[in-house]
């Protein structure tokens, strides 16, 4: 059974995971995870409850392993979050900046247009995500499964537009 990680921690390493493509991929691929991409809460869900987030935004960019991405949220009362991550899709623990625990995540591709997650918090993992970019490449859809302190499995759909 999983630890039960607050679902505003996954949002973060969730979004953070969703743009982690390597380099030599992005090339292939004319480079379609390059820039800004935001949120559409309303066609995302969130396990349980409503998203603590009335924002969220991310911006990834070349690095010299792989890829810099850089995740800022806005509160629904107005704090902000500022996460970051580096590193490549090579399903390897990286870790991830900007969180209060102890937080890695592992990428591993799947095929041309999709690739999956391994959180990991203390070295444990949390939670996993099935991330596909669309065919027009102008739409990124996340499905995380994790369990619950109660053994139930819980399912969160973040999907993410190009900007």
């Not at 850089?70 to 900046?97: C, F, K, N």
């Not at 095929?111 to 918090?121: F, L, M, N, P």
């Amino acid at each position: 059974m999983f630890p039960t990680v607050p679902a505003r921690v996954l949002v973060a390493a969730l979004s953070i995971g969703l743009l982690a493509w390597p380099r030599a991929v992005t090339a292939e691929l004319d480079a379609p995870w390059f820039g800004t991409w935001r949120l559409d809460a309303e066609n995302s869900t969130v396990r349980p409850g409503p998203s603590e987030y009335a924002r969220t935004t991310l911006h990834i960019e070349p690095w010299a392993e792989g890829l810099k991405v850089s995740y800022d949220m806005v509160g629904t009362r107005g704090g902000r979050t500022h996460i970051e991550w580096t590193g490549a899709l090579d399903d390897a623990d990286y870790p991830v900046q900007g969180v209060d625990s102890v937080m890695t995540n592992a990428y591993r591709r799947v095929d041309e247009q999709t690739y999956a997650i391994t959180v990991k918090v203390d070295g444990r993992p949390v939670a996993t995500t099935r991330v596909a970019v669309s065919g027009d490449g102008r739409t990124l859809t996340a499905v995380t499964s994790e369990r619950d302190a109660a053994g139930r499995t819980l399912t969160a759909t973040a999907v993410y537009d190009r900007q």
